[in-house]
């Protein structure tokens, strides 16, 4: 479903047809969805037009969608987002591919050279890959790091904390202590807060 008739829309969908599988206006930002197969040439086509002009890569983040109840633009378990702008024009485009366990979207970084660290920060932490920027260690987290802490299957805080020196220490939430300027029980300020 089409449903931003923009100049961006009308020259994508002259060009690449079913490719685009939809395109919505929220809020004042364009997103279009693309089939992540035509991925590399939809951006290539964006970036060299000349009435487009999307010469700015800014960002590219990635979503878990395993336990979400809502419609949704797309069907996979994970979507990235590509944040492109066109700094002759000031305008922005969002395009959204999917994409399930096991599958791969083809890197953008041949196309912008920006793209390659925030698609290793998704890999990393979502477990997405990105077909042409393989890593062979990770990127953010360390090399024995098990599992992708962004996943909603992750587990949540409650684990011990490695410092540097190697000593283990208490999650943040075990070390929760009240600051002067914290309110209860009737109290604010600098009075004495300790021993709560």
Same mark, same amino acid.
């Given at each position: 479903?089409?449903?931003?008739?923009?100049?961006?829309?009308?020259?994508?969908?002259?060009k690449?047809?079913?490719?685009?599988?939809?395109?919505?206006?929220?809020?004042?930002?364009?997103?279009v969805c693309?089939?992540?197969?035509?991925?590399?040439e939809?951006?290539?086509?964006?970036?060299?037009?000349?009435?487009?002009?999307?010469d700015?890569?800014v960002?590219?983040v990635?979503?878990?969608?395993s336990?979400?109840?809502h419609?949704?633009d797309l069907?996979?378990?994970?979507?990235?987002?590509?944040n492109?702008?066109?700094?002759?024009?000031?305008?922005?485009?969002?395009?959204?591919?999917?994409?399930?366990d096991?599958?791969?979207i083809?890197?953008?970084?041949?196309?912008?050279?920006?793209?390659?660290?925030?698609?290793?920060?998704?890999?990393?932490?979502?477990?997405?890959?990105?077909?042409?920027?393989?890593?062979?260690?990770?990127?953010?987290?360390?090399?024995?790091?098990? /599992?992708?802490?962004?996943r909603?299957?992750?587990?949540?805080?409650?684990?011990?904390?490695?410092?540097?020196?190697?000593?283990? /220490?208490?999650?943040?939430?075990?070390l929760m202590?009240?600051?002067a300027g914290?309110?209860?029980?009737?109290?604010t300020?600098?009075?004495?807060?300790?021993?709560?």
């Amino acid at each position: 479903m089409i449903a931003a008739e923009t100049v961006e829309v009308t020259k994508l969908t002259a060009k690449f047809g079913e490719a685009i599988l939809s395109a919505k206006d929220n809020r004042g930002d364009l997103y279009v969805c693309v089939n992540r197969d035509k991925l590399v040439e939809i951006v290539q086509f964006l970036k060299d037009d000349e009435d487009l002009a999307f010469d700015y890569f800014v960002e590219c983040v990635g979503a878990d969608y395993s336990r979400w109840e809502h419609p949704r633009d797309l069907d996979g378990r994970f979507e990235v987002i590509y944040n492109l702008m066109s700094t002759t024009r000031t305008t922005r485009i969002f395009l959204k591919v999917s994409v399930n366990d096991g599958q791969s979207i083809p890197t953008l970084k041949n196309v912008f050279m920006g793209a390659e660290y925030p698609e290793r920060e998704v890999n990393d932490l979502f477990g997405v890959h990105f077909a042409g920027n393989e890593q062979s260690t990770r990127f953010l987290l360390p090399d024995d790091w098990v /599992g992708y802490p962004l996943r909603k299957e992750y587990p949540l805080g409650g684990e011990d904390v490695l410092f540097d020196g190697g000593d283990r /220490g208490p999650a943040v939430e075990d070390l929760m202590v009240p600051h002067a300027g914290e309110s209860f029980e009737g109290k604010t300020g600098s009075h004495d807060v300790s021993g709560r």
